[in-house]
């Protein structure tokens, strides 16, 4: 975040030619970092040392991943500072449907933990490549030359208001991997590999909440007032554009598995537990852009490490005892828990949290999943019909206006794909809005 921000405020004054240089700053800051601490696991790996029961490749594969996973974020944030966020969201659906289809086909022939961590190697490399691209023809288009130096200045900026993210987010995808490895090490590999396509079709959804949230961070940052509202919006609208997803995905948790990977059926309960957590995630996200935008870093620390900690706590617990929905369990119980110093931070605050429209916005996409589970409605009409229901309740009762729906598309795409869109779907979107 503390390389969003210095590029959101560089973006808003107009200076221009600040922006390549704090981008390679952060990116040699990052791997200054990232490439000791793969080194490290490297010496681990060739000494033969055992870590959590993980082979040499294993930790070979682990160490490449620090390399390939610590960049790319920071060019993502250039395209959220700059709203240009459909860049993001191209880079993350490639990047996540290619860790899904690799990661099946490597599973499938007997890879196990090999089969995953190279899967998403490959994911992050191809999510690396496709912000490059992206970047280097923004740059192109702003007429900015890079230099492959680093700015003591721009980094003791940066630094200032990163310090609130970067620890805890690398805790955080800590938290995230250690499920995976702690299943392979205890439970085994047909487990690990349940638990790593049901992770892999739930991020999809973690995505979207995410990628609906940045784009507010851009704008939380340059307010001095109206702070408060703008996050409650962006809680709202993402709350508004996910439960309905998460809630199918929960209600017809087997079928992923009937169309893609008949052999990971087993992993339906792993999802469901998975996607009901992205019902609180917009919450705690939306929260904390929020927190720091005010420079409340702190509180941003304490959430992020409090959902870690509940984590890990809980995987050394249940995962030996439960395997994947053990896992998926303590994921979700790290978000559950996180909620205490959210709440506390609320207190300080003052920010006014509308728990009653939050429960009305899961509680419509709810009620119809119940109807929909109980009358046995096969998936190819319960799923229109969930989509199209929540949609119209939405929309007539003022939890998404129109406005708003035009600015979520025009976030994804491009204002010519949103125009020919529109044109084959006007009148669905009179329908829902009562034109």
Not at 155 to 170: E, H, K, M, N, Q
Request: charged share 10%; with cysteine.
């Amino acid at each position: 975040m503390g390389i969003r921000r210095h590029i959101g405020s560089s973006w808003g004054r107009g200076e221009y030619t600040r922006i390549p240089d704090a981008l390679i700053t952060a990116i040699l800051f990052s791997l200054s970092i990232s490439i000791p601490a793969a080194s490290i696991l490297f010496l681990v790996s060739i000494v033969g040392y055992p870590l959590l029961g993980l082979g040499q490749v294993e930790l070979l594969f682990l160490a490449l991943l620090f390399c390939l996973d610590s960049w790319p974020s920071i060019l993502a944030s250039l395209f959220i500072s700059i709203l240009k966020t459909q860049h993001v969201t191209v880079s993350n659906s490639v990047s996540s449907a290619a860790k899904l289809v690799v990661g099946l086909i490597l599973l499938s022939n007997g890879f196990g933990l090999i089969g995953i961590l190279v899967s998403i190697a490959i994911a992050s490399a191809i999510r690396g490549v496709i912000l490059v691209g992206y970047t280097i023809r923004t740059m192109s288009v702003l007429r900015l030359r890079t230099r492959l130096a680093a700015s003591i200045e721009i980094l003791r900026d940066i630094l200032r208001a990163g310090v609130a993210s970067w620890i805890p987010s690398t805790l955080l995808v800590i938290g995230q991997t250690m499920g995976i490895i702690l299943i392979f090490g205890t439970v085994g590999p047909s487990a690990t590999g349940l638990y790593f396509v049901a992770f892999a079709i739930s991020t999809a959804v973690y995505n979207l909440s995410g990628s609906i949230q940045s784009l507010m961070f851009p704008v939380l940052s340059g307010m001095e007032n109206g702070r408060v509202h703008a996050a409650r919006d962006g809680i709202r609208l993402s709350l508004a554009f996910t439960s309905p997803i998460a809630i199918l995905i929960a209600t017809y948790s087997a079928l992923p598995f009937t169309l893609l990977a008949p052999a990971y059926s087993g992993a339906a309960n792993i999802l469901f537990i998975l996607v009901l957590g992205s019902l609180l995630y917009p919450i705690t996200t939306g929260y904390c852009s929020f927190v720091y935008a005010k420079g409340a870093y702190m509180h941003v620390i304490a959430i992020d490490l409090t959902t870690t900690a509940g984590r890990l706590l809980l995987y050394f617990t249940l995962v030996p005892l439960y395997e994947g929905v053990g896992a998926a369990t303590a994921f979700v119980f790290g978000i559950i828990l996180s909620l205490i110093p959210v709440a506390g931070s609320i207190w300080k605050t003052g920010f006014k949290v509308e728990i009653a429209e939050y429960v009305r916005i899961i509680a419509i996409p709810a009620l119809m999943a119940v109807a929909l589970h109980f009358l046995a409605v096969p998936w190819p009409l319960g799923i229109p019909t969930m989509i199209l229901a929540s949609s119209f309740a939405f929309a007539r009762m003022g939890i998404i206006t129109r406005s708003e729906l035009k600015d979520m598309a025009l976030a994804f795409l491009s204002p010519t794909s949103v125009a020919r869109v529109y044109r084959h779907t006007k009148r669905i979107v009179m329908l829902l809005f009562g034109d």
